[in-house]
């Protein structure tokens, strides 16, 4: 018998090993995490038969025009619910290029104007011609996608910052095109070739094309708000059943692979410059299809229906829910479109329904904190926390300024006339300076904007307990923030601003967006 003593029990290694998949070895630990109702929720979500979730939703949305009446309120909706279906068509075009194969294209937009002029050149008074849909759309979809892999062609070997320098020029070059079109001459010898004007007028300039045709195919013209919802609504189902199924071809798996190590790709001989190329023409195909539902929606080509605004605007949408989703390129659209770019527009049924975005912004706020934090207990801690906070301030300020809440503070009735209650509540828990609803308030507006980027900033760096005692006052100073102006501006710039906001509280709590999935990492 050996006297060497039994060697004792090594402890199980607290984190991955190296060489063990990360995503992998805390499969148990996500497991956990979903337990409970949620878990039992999503465990009978993901045994339902994808393509029977799918259909379902289709149904829901074809019902929406279906349910609607012939009043001015229900064809807005059914209006809105158009422009987001066309964005959820560009969300799915550049979720091609950005969310398969990780290309950073900012000439994405030009693909979506070059499909709507070229409808509008098409299909109107313009040149005559007035082509039927569907001659023009074909024509246009294959133009747009040669387009897109042409001008990807001398970019093929850039990555990163510098196919995204070069990309923003196409889109920058074309609108400048279409701004200055009304200049074009063919060649300078437009006299010489007896044309009526030295200066041919082939984009229409800074008005654009106008008095563009219906969408008309053998004797049906769409005429209504409702036809052109269906002719969207059909146009995203087909493009997200066809990418669906790329995504799951071989063609779909290469993209991936490039998107995660292009080094690596080409390295196992997989055809990256081809991959770019084609994912470019695929992406700018989608864009130009949706351009000409807009041209024929709108009944014009506009240039500033193309700018880089617009595509600002497509981007947060595949981010918000998250690159490489395609069920998150159209929840993206929907919401952005929906609750961001309607639901802040003045005097509109939506608006009037949020109470001029109200409750968009504080229900977003309580979304993220409910998501991002746990366990219930802290939640609740903070959200009792920013309650009592806002009272305390509120009372402070009541009781320390020579007006009192008559003079200083503005409780007024009818300060929240369309408010409701949760006007009613706001009031009284924010400390707002007299008349800020009449004319605004710049300099505590000013004040509480720097103070507000201060406190983000510094919640960037903080952890644990200190991070939440410090959420408590930046919650307050964004309703501050918020209603001591920007809900008086609640177009324009401010629903940019917002967005952006929303972006970045994403991207800290999770940053693969609402439907996209972790990137997985070898430790």
């Given at each position: 018998m050996s006297d060497v003593p039994p060697a004792e029990p090594q402890p199980e290694p607290s984190g991955p090993q190296i060489g063990v998949d990360e995503w992998v070895a805390r499969s148990a630990e996500r497991a956990e995490t979903h337990g409970g109702l949620v878990g039992r929720a999503r465990g009978v979500y993901e045994r339902v038969p994808k393509p029977a979730v799918f259909l379902f939703v289709v149904a829901l949305a074809a019902l929406i025009?279906?349910?609607?009446?012939?009043?001015?309120?229900?064809?807005?909706?059914?209006?809105?619910?158009?422009?987001?279906?066309?964005?959820?068509?560009?969300?799915?075009?550049?979720?091609?290029?950005?969310?398969?194969?990780?290309?950073?294209?900012?000439?994405?937009?030009?693909?979506?104007?070059?499909?709507a002029y070229g409808y509008a050149m098409l299909s109107s008074d313009k040149f005559g011609l007035h082509w039927q849909a569907w001659q023009s759309i074909v024509v246009v979809v294959v133009v747009s996608a040669l387009l897109g892999f042409a001008l990807a062609l001398p970019s093929r070997r850039l990555v990163g910052d510098y196919l995204a320098i070069v990309t923003l020029f196409f889109g920058q070059i074309f609108y400048v095109i279409v701004t200055q079109g009304y200049r074009v001459s063919f060649l300078g010898l437009n006299k010489d070739l007896g044309f009526d004007r030295a200066n041919w007028d082939l984009t229409g300039g800074p008005n654009g094309i106008a008095n563009v045709d219906r969408f008309t195919a053998f004797g049906f013209t769409a005429s209504s708000e409702r036809a052109y919802f269906y002719v969207t609504l059909t146009a995203v189902v087909v493009v997200f059943a066809g990418l669906s199924l790329v995504n799951r071809s071989r063609t779909g798996?290469?993209?991936?692979?490039?998107?995660?190590?292009?080094?690596?790709?080409?390295?196992?001989?997989?055809?990256?410059?081809?991959?770019?190329?084609?994912?470019?023409?695929?992406?700018?195909?989608?864009?130009?299809?949706?351009?000409?539902?807009?041209?024929?929606?709108?009944?014009?080509?506009?240039?500033?229906?193309?700018?880089?605004?617009?595509?600002?605007?497509?981007?947060?949408?595949?981010?918000?829910?998250?690159?490489?989703?395609?069920?998150?390129?159209?929840?993206?659209?929907?919401?952005?479109?929906?609750?961001?770019?309607?639901?802040?527009?003045?005097?509109?049924?939506?608006?009037?329904?949020?109470?001029?975005?109200?409750?968009?912004?504080?229900?977003?706020?309580?979304?993220?904190?409910?998501?991002?934090?746990?366990?219930?207990?802290?939640?609740?801690?903070?959200?009792?926390?920013?309650?009592?906070?806002?009272?305390?301030?509120?009372?402070?300020?009541?009781?320390?300024?020579?007006?009192?809440?008559?003079?200083?503070?503005?409780?007024?009735?009818?300060?929240?006339?369309?408010?409701?209650?949760?006007?009613?509540?706001?009031?009284?828990?924010?400390?707002?300076?007299?008349?800020?609803?009449?004319?605004?308030?710049?300099?505590?507006?000013?004040?509480?904007?720097?103070?507000?980027?201060?406190?983000?900033?510094?919640?960037?760096?903080?952890?644990?307990?200190?991070?939440?005692?410090?959420?408590?006052?930046?919650?307050?100073?964004?309703?501050?923030?918020?209603e001591t102006r920007l809900v008086l501006e609640a177009s324009g710039p401010t629903r940019l601003l917002l967005l952006g906001a929303l972006l970045i509280v994403l991207m800290t709590a999770r940053p693969q967006g609402l439907f996209g999935k972790p990137r997985v990492e070898i430790v």
């Open positions: 025009p279906v349910l609607a009446s012939q009043s001015d309120n229900d064809i807005y909706f059914v209006r809105v619910g158009t422009v987001a279906l066309v964005f959820a068509l560009l969300a799915l075009g550049l979720n091609v290029a950005v969310g398969f194969a990780g290309l950073l294209d900012l000439g994405y937009i030009a693909y979506y104007g070059v499909g798996r290469a993209w991936r692979a490039l998107r995660d190590d292009h080094l690596a790709a080409q390295a196992m001989s997989v055809p990256i410059n081809w991959l770019k190329l084609m994912a470019v023409g695929v992406g700018a195909a989608v864009a130009a299809l949706a351009g000409t539902i807009n041209s024929a929606l709108l009944q014009g080509a506009f240039p500033d229906d193309y700018n880089t605004q617009v595509l600002i605007i497509i981007y947060a949408m595949v981010i918000l829910g998250g690159a490489g989703s395609l069920v998150g390129a159209v929840v993206g659209a929907v919401v952005v479109e929906v609750l961001m770019l309607e639901g802040l527009r003045p005097q509109t049924p939506i608006s009037d329904w949020t109470f001029n975005g109200r409750w968009v912004v504080y229900g977003g706020i309580l979304l993220v904190l409910v998501v991002a934090i746990r366990p219930w207990r802290r939640l609740a801690a903070i959200l009792g926390g920013v309650v009592a906070f806002g009272v305390v301030v509120h009372a402070i300020v009541a009781a320390t300024t020579t007006k009192g809440t008559d003079g200083l503070l503005n409780t007024a009735p009818e300060t929240f006339e369309e408010g409701g209650w949760l006007g009613w509540l706001i009031r009284h828990w924010l400390a707002l300076p007299a008349d800020t609803y009449a004319q605004g308030t710049k300099v505590p507006f000013n004040i509480a904007l720097a103070g507000l980027i201060a406190l983000v900033l510094c919640l960037t760096l903080l952890r644990g307990w200190k991070r939440d005692v410090l959420l408590v006052p930046t919650i307050w100073l964004a309703g501050f923030v918020w």
